[in-house]
């Protein structure tokens, strides 16, 4: 509401740029809540995508032998493969129950509490997945992998929009990559720790899903001593003490008041709105078009083709004359690339924005997924082809990780107001689980049908994607959540709020807008 001696919302934007302008450093608080947090949830996350691959033949043993004490007979050979599609699989599937129950435990526990309440999954997951063969018990694996989904379903929907909520706009993209960073670290853990020397034995492979319960505990021993999301306490608790508290430990300074009118300005424009719902959600046309762009995007990241990248990279490495032993050393790189380029995009992300980097990233992909099949079907012709198809997969993986791999969870919580965005988080993360299990269910079949062409598909994915985030996606580069939304505004048919028109807009809602009305006022005389 415009009132004579108040600043116009385009000085407070001009203020907002010199303050930033001014490189205010990065404080030890903020961090540690962004490493802390995404060591016992990404970095879980990542590590399980590759856990399982060293110890597959052991674990495949281990339930053949199990079923003989059981039953006395062998595992059938059909048993034996749809118990192992299982207990890979069924990781999916956790992941989707996850991500379908984070909203209701966002709104009850909050942003850190439920990063912490995640822990208990991953430790519980921890004890079934290394005490199975010790039991006896495959069944205790498949329900292990189940749990560690949830806790990976859960942790990719908390977890961004916990770093999106507590990061000055201006740092918020480099802070929201500490979620690509940890999974591609998680990975290549993963990797490290399977190797023959350490725990990729016979006799010690049960200690790699140990090791799970480890950056759970760590989180729990820190993360209660960190900020709440500061957005949460003042705009969903209504805790302005607590909120200017958890701003001042994050920004490491005592006047905190311009963070807090930020907060206040969109909370002023949401005022008579409570948490919505997923239908709520999808019924809204003020938010159609960040939807749609969300649902494309996290399709897009799981159907790029970086998981099928995995079925090709031991047979290009063993048709390059590589020994059998020395490929998991080799495969490293894979893991080390990832984790470098997730690194660069952290640091250039706030010079180059998101939309360019995710449109990079899929182009890339796209003209390296090309080279990639030139190169399959000239494999055997000559000597050196399979050196030049794994430069390409590493290419694939390093185009994925500059933008793709991370920016689409943090844009999920971009896009979103406040009231939006536990729903938000929930759908996209079904698109995310849905979308790689289907990966995981059909490329299988493509690959069979398609061969070396199967990538062809891929390529199509990725271009299709920058076609659209080029036509759709407006950069949200330093914005606020508020001015993000505004951006859409043209693009869904609705008229740009102006701030004359906040408390007329409050005024006309809702049968108890009394109270709303109240509070509204109280907000503005604090000011």
Not at 26 to 43: E, P
Not at 122 to 151: K, P, T
Not at 403 to 425: H, K
């Amino acid at each position: 509401m415009d009132k004579p001696g108040e600043d116009d919302p385009s000085d407070i934007q001009m203020s907002d740029s010199e303050k930033n302008s001014g490189k205010q450093p990065v404080t030890a608080c903020l961090l540690s809540a962004a490493f802390f947090g995404a060591l016992g949830s990404s970095f879980i996350y990542g590590y399980n995508l590759s856990v399982v691959n060293a110890p597959a033949l052991y674990i495949k043993a281990f339930y053949n032998k199990t079923w003989i004490e059981r039953y006395g007979e062998p595992i059938a050979a059909e048993t034996a493969t749809l118990l192992w599609s299982i207990t890979v699989s069924i990781f999916a599937i956790g992941g989707l129950l996850g991500a379908l129950s984070v909203s209701l435990i966002l709104k009850v526990l909050g942003r850190k509490g439920t990063l912490l309440l995640n822990n208990v999954f991953a430790i519980i997951a921890a004890l079934l997945l290394s005490l199975g063969e010790r039991a006896q018990s495959f069944e205790m694996l498949i329900i292990g992998r189940l749990i560690i989904g949830v806790d990976s379903g859960i942790a990719l929907s908390a977890l961004p929009m916990y770093l999106g909520e507590i990061t000055p706009r201006h740092i918020r993209g480099s802070i929201g990559q500490f979620n690509s960073i940890l999974i591609c670290l998680g990975v290549f853990t993963g990797q490290v720790l399977g190797l023959p020397e350490l725990l990729g034995q016979e006799s010690r492979w049960n200690h790699l899903f140990s090791f799970l319960a480890l950056p759970a505990v760590l989180q729990l021993c820190v993360l209660p001593f960190l900020p709440e999301s500061p957005r949460y306490l003042l705009m969903e608790r209504r805790d302005e003490a607590a909120a200017e508290r958890a701003f001042q430990k994050l920004l490491g300074k005592k006047d905190v008041s311009q963070e807090l009118e930020e907060v206040h300005a969109e909370a002023r424009a949401q005022e008579n709105l409570c948490t919505a719902s997923v239908l709520q959600l999808l019924r809204n046309p003020a938010v159609r078009w960040q939807l749609i762009t969300i649902i494309i995007t996290m399709a897009c990241y799981q159907l790029c083709g970086l998981n099928a990248i995995w079925y090709y990279t031991n047979g290009i490495l063993r048709d390059a004359g590589f020994a059998a032993n020395v490929i998991p050393y080799v495969t490293l790189s894979t893991g080390g690339v990832e984790t470098l380029a997730a690194i660069v995009s952290g640091l250039v992300i706030e010079r180059i924005g998101r939309k360019p980097l995710l449109i990079f990233g899929f182009s890339a992909m796209a003209v390296f997924f090309s080279l990639l099949t030139v190169f399959l079907n000239f494999q055997d012709s000559v000597p050196w082809m399979p050196y030049l198809s794994y430069i390409c997969i590493l290419a694939v993986i390093a185009s994925f990780c500059s933008g793709p791999g991370g920016i689409p969870f943090v844009l999920t919580g971009e896009l979103f107001e406040q009231s939006y965005r536990p729903a938000a988080f929930m759908i996209a993360g079904t698109v995310n689980w849905l979308s790689n299990f289907a990966v995981g269910l059909l490329f299988p079949f493509i690959q069979e049908k398609l061969q070396s062409f199967a990538f062809l598909v891929f390529v199509a994915v990725c271009i299709l994607g920058s076609i659209y985030l080029y036509a759709v996606l407006p950069e949200t580069k330093n914005k606020t959540f508020t001015d993000i939304s505004q951006s859409f505004a043209k693009i869904n048919n609705i008229p740009i709020p102006t701030p004359g028109h906040e408390m007329e807009l409050v005024l006309t809602i809702g049968p108890d807008s009394n109270g709303k009305v109240q509070d509204i006022i109280k907000m503005e005389s604090s000011f």
